[in-house]
């Protein structure tokens, strides 16, 4: 069973930067997109970036020109970069890659924003 794992979160000021990664166990075939979401308390769960097998990027209005999706095909991972963070971006991140046969979730990583 392939899994998810996400890293790279914890706690950063306001203006602050934290990259995100979530690299696959092993290797998922068909993959049409690799998505990253949040879940903040009492919220729910948004998507935040997108990016296709195309290589196109899309992105919450909210964190549009300050996060950054990537992803390396060689490494099996796909990449957050947030920059310029705001309190209001603090909550669990999550992966979330679909593939033809399903979608794959990681566990979370907590980004906790502080003013």
């Known amino acids: 069973q392939v899994q998810l794992v996400e890293s790279g979160g914890g706690l950063v000021q306001a203006g602050g930067s934290l990259r995100l990664s979530c690299a696959a166990s092993?290797?998922?075939?068909?993959?049409?997109?690799m998505d990253w979401y949040r879940q903040a308390p009492g919220k729910q769960r948004e998507l935040v970036a997108r990016?296709?097998?195309?290589?196109?990027?899309n992105y919450a209005d909210s964190v549009k020109g300050r996060f950054t999706i990537s992803r390396d095909n060689a490494k099996n991972t796909v990449y957050l970069q947030m920059n310029s963070l705001k309190p209001e971006d603090t909550a669990v991140y999550y992966c979330?890659?679909?593939?033809?046969?399903?979608?794959?979730w990681g566990q979370g990583t907590q980004v906790t924003v502080s003013s």
């Open positions: 979330n890659w679909v593939a033809i046969v399903g979608d794959y």
């Open positions: 092993g290797r998922i075939f068909s993959i049409n997109a």
């Open positions: 990016i296709t097998s195309g290589g196109r990027t």
